[in-house]
């Protein structure tokens, strides 16, 4: 897993990525469902969340031999609780102006405790008001990230990158297995497709891409525009493919493995060919702007759509999305500056000041280009 020398500047395309996975959602939530598909963006989040940790454990590891656990734990706390604590407090606000549902106990502990995904397939989106339910993805990511780093560390130091590819596509091929065999045991669709268990080939392949085939750390091929279009080409013809089969045991199991592979294909080539066409406007500045706030921007736009449908049931989709779209964005904007940003300047002061001792690993931001979501 030799690297090549890092730029001192975030890694091209992400915010760009982040901007039109969120946009997929937002547009589906907003009444466009039937043509928009909601659930690709949230596994292209997966993907993107499972190359930018991975890679992040790498430069970490390959800088001082080790991984700090606690500094990972506490950077990914400053960076998702604060919002999520805020958004949560707006919510009870509204349910108690009866502007939106209110909370069942059990339902406000199932979010701020990362197990909102089991919650809502259990009670059926019952217990959390209306949108908020967005927050599925946010456990799938925390459960997989409890239980990933002491993996990453092992095979960061056994150091073979073919290994890793071994030992990350096997455990895809057995969740994909295990969504198989759930799909032929009557399992819900609920549970197939928000459960931890049954989604984690999506940030596994993520974590791939950034094990095996960096394009941001590893040295690149050669550019062959002949291949490189036929495999840019081949990605968008599978996600294609995988959004107009209609088969039900499909959409169930493979559907999902199929995507994040496309994902994962075009992510490479997003980064590695970040200043040529067809990639370039993923950089542009909106794109960026909005890949940066789109944790709020996921956090809040559901909540704030389904609050305007209950209120202005005349209205329109279009109406909806316009006003929805303008409330979201003031939203994320405030949570960037006084939330978000002065908790990236305390994690970057947590990156210059070692924890326990020394030997405690130390910053891994200088290629960070935003955090999860």
Known sequence: MTARPLANSAIPSLDGIRAVAVALVFFAHSGLEHVVPGGLGVTIFFVLSGYLISTLMRVEFQSHGRIDFRGFYLRRFLRLMPPLTIIVALTLLLSALSIVDAFAPNGLLAVLFYYGNYFVIAHDFQGVPAGMSVVWSLAVEEHFYLLYPPLAVMLLRIGRAGLSAKVLVSLCVAVLAWRCWLATHDASENYISMATDTRIDAILIGCLLALWKNPWLDRLAPSNSTRDAALIVGALALLFFTLGFRDEFFRMTFRYTLQSLATAVLLYFAIARSTSAPFTWLNSRPLMYVGGISYT???????????????????????????????????????????????????????????????????????????SL
């Not at 921007?297 to 389904?306: A, D």
């Not at 316009?322 to 947590?350: D, G, H, N, Y």
């Open 297 to 371: 921007v996921y956090l809040s736009h559901h909540l704030i759509i389904e609050a305007l449908r209950d209120r202005f049931s005349d209205w329109g989709w279009a109406p909806i999305l316009l006003v929805s779209a303008c409330m979201t964005l003031i939203i994320a904007e405030a949570m960037r500056r006084f939330v978000e940003q002065p908790c990236a300047r305390l994690r970057k002061r947590l990156h210059k000041k070692p924890i326990l001792n020394e030997r405690t690993a130390a910053p891994i931001a200088p290629v960070a280009s935003g955090g």
